[in-house]
């Protein structure tokens, strides 16, 4: 990374409690441009929270989120906008089950941000060629594998032309075998300097994507550092044992 | 059997199907818009309308048609409105149907699930957008098995009208085997009748239920 590296999305503070119970804790996090920030940690410990803050999902107790400036605040009629700027992709795919995949691709393009439908078509299925599903453009969700399914999902949110990817677990509930052609499509995406926050149980994968490490537990930011650093030389006794749990040799 | 009979009552019957159905299916797109309004007025919580959409439908909904089409067409008169009986039919048949529908649409609406409105606003859809291209056509979908249902529902409680002398079959039936006491015939009739108004509906039903069923598959 250089050293005139742009911020792009700034967390200060942040702290978020679902029913008086604190989910997270003083969370600072800066992100910049064209850097993939991978988050692990044990289930329940906030990343997933913390992802959906992000984009304005749920509402913060305090502390601040701005992306390029501008307040990341669902509260405020701008989140509209904001969320048109950050992509996201969850566990779930959560296309449409009404729509076609090149509907699902071009309905937010259109009807969000207004743009002409021609070119959206077209732009889509220059994605969906990229992705190896452009035959594919006239079926249904539930005629697709849950891989085609993730990988339409991530081209849904590439074309709205975010500046800044949030994926949530998407491979989570895939078969391994429908693992590595959704993390394939991530990779290349790293490759071309997208700016992404990633929260991952993949952790061969967290290692060959991302620029940082981050890991979570207990609502808190644990330890942060390069993938080498983070996975060779742990500093903190928590991070080693939650290492350890991904480890099946000896 | 006698054919005879049934060649000659025919016509009669005829008569009758038209009006049941005539005034069956005014009931019905009543029953639609009351219901559709009713449940968007649930879904969206507005205020004060919608204790009274509870209201109401809890009403209607625990009330025999029977009974609710003797309160408005002896009712109405002592409050100085004079309508027909056909009128006072098709609207006892709409806000019965009302009620029914809008209990239908309204948890169509509400099964749309939670991670399809997250995966909707973080595409940047506002309120409105995310209500019209992502919930309404999935919530119809979850609803018109059970929209289909009460339209079957409703065009057999018709058969109720005869008690405010309305000539629809059942009343056409009645009086027939009061006067000529060929009860196997005009039953046949009355039976062959009501099929004949009900199994295109039931066909349609299914075939509209298998074009909208995307609702239940997996997103």
């Known amino acids: ?250 | 059997m006698e054919f005879d009979a049934i060649r000659e009552y025919l016509p009669l019957y005829a008569e009758a199907f038209k009006l049941t159905v005539t005034i069956g299916w005014i009931g019905i797109a009543l029953s639609l818009v009351i219901g559709i309004a009713g449940a968007f007025i649930m879904y969206f919580r507005i205020p004060v309308l919608c204790q009274i959409t509870k209201a109401y439908v809890e009403l209607f909904r625990n009330t025999p048609l029977l009974v609710q089409l003797f309160f408005i067409y002896f009712g109405l008169p002592k409050l100085g409105l004079s309508i027909s009986s056909g009128t006072c039919g098709a609207i006892g048949l709409g806000l019965l149907g009302g009620s029914y529908m809008a209990e239908s649409i309204r948890s169509g609406l509400f099964a749309v699930s939670e991670s399809q409105k997250t995966g909707a606003a973080s595409l940047g859809f506002r309120r409105g957008g995310m209500f019209f291209y992502v919930i309404l056509p999935q919530a119809v979908s979850i609803s018109v098995p059970s929209v289909i249902a009460n339209v079957i529902f409703l065009l057999k409680e018709t058969s109720v009208f005869s008690a405010i002398s309305l000539m629809d079959l059942m009343f056409t039936a009645k009086d027939l085997i009061g006067l000529y006491y060929k009860t196997t015939e005009c039953l046949t009739l009355l039976v062959a009748f009501y099929i004949l108004m009900l199994l295109p509906v039931s066909i349609l039903g299914s075939i509209v239920e298998k074009k909208v069923r995307f609702g239940m598959y997996g997103s």
């Open chain 1, 1 to 250: 990374m250089s050293d005139n590296a742009k911020e792009i999305l700034k967390i200060e503070h942040l702290f978020k409690d679902y029913d008086n119970t604190p989910v997270l804790e003083d969370i600072d996090l800066t992100v910049n441009k064209g850097e993939v920030v991978v988050i692990v940690g044990p289930s329940g410990c906030g990343k997933s929270t913390f992802l959906r803050c992000l984009n304005g999902l749920e509402s913060i107790r305090e502390g601040r989120i701005t992306l390029d400036g501008e307040p990341v605040d669902p509260n405020n009629r701008s989140i509209y906008k904001i969320r048109e700027r950050i992509g996201m992709v969850f566990q779930s795919y959560d296309l449409f089950p009404h729509k076609t995949i090149l509907q699902n691709i071009t309905l937010s393009p259109v009807k969000v941000q207004k743009r002409d439908k021609k070119e959206t078509e077209k732009e889509a299925l220059e994605l969906l060629e990229r992705i190896g599903l452009s035959s594919h453009k006239d079926k249904y969700p539930r005629q697709l594998s849950g891989g085609q399914k993730q990988r339409v999902a991530i081209v849904r949110a590439l074309i709205m032309h975010p500046e800044v990817l949030l994926l949530d677990e998407i491979t989570a509930s895939l078969d391994p075998e429908m693992v590595r052609e959704v993390l394939d499509v991530v990779l290349s995406l790293a490759r071309e300097g997208r700016t992404m926050v990633i929260v991952t149980h993949e952790m061969g994968f967290a290692r060959a994507v991302a620029d940082r490490m981050i890991f979570m537990d207990g609502g808190h930011i644990v330890e942060e550092g390069s993938p080498d650093e983070f996975f060779d030389r742990p500093k903190s006794e928590r991070l080693r044992s939650f290492l350890k749990t991904f480890d099946y040799e000896g």
